[in-house]
Nanobody, 123 residues
Framework: QVQLVDAGGGLVQAGGSLRLTCAASGRTLSTYVQGWFRQAPGKEREFVAAIRRGSGSPYYSDSVKGRFTVSRDVAKNTVYLQMNSLKPEDTAAYYC????????????????WGQGTQVTVSS
């Protein structure tokens, strides 16, 4: 079992930055695929970024590539999502997730989820 607690959301102006954190307990997070998803009101939850288990190599959705950076601190069992050049369309609840197997962009392949943290970007 893995318990995930995500935090760091808030209100920021367009062009600003935020860093989200996802702290894990129960198991070593680096043995899982660690992903970030987001969900805006009335929309489906969508993939944002993820880190492959083991190698730690990242993968990003096209909508955030070049603006967001996903990273991890193995010693702290924590994953981060650094979000720069934020846009109003980035407004959503952000969720971290952990999956046992291969990196995918689909929610159904992730086994554990954080409770979500709200990011609001004003124009």
């Amino acid at each position: 079992q893995v318990q995930l607690v995500d935090a760091g959301g808030g209100l920021v102006q367009a062009g600003g930055s935020l860093r989200l954190t996802c702290a894990a307990s129960g198991r070593t997070l680096s043995t899982y695929v660690q992903g970030w998803f987001r969900q805006a009101p009335g929309k489906e939850r969508e993939f944002v970024a993820a880190i492959r288990r083991g190698s730690g190599s990242p993968y990003y959705s096209d909508s955030v590539k070049g603006r967001f950076t996903v990273s991890r601190d193995v010693a702290k069992n924590t994953v981060y999502l650094q979000m720069n050049s934020l846009k109003p369309e980035d407004t959503a609840a952000y969720y971290c997730a952990a999956g046992r197997y291969f990196l995918t962009t689909t929610t159904t392949t992730y086994n554990y989820w954080g409770q979500g943290t709200q990011v609001t970007v004003s124009s």
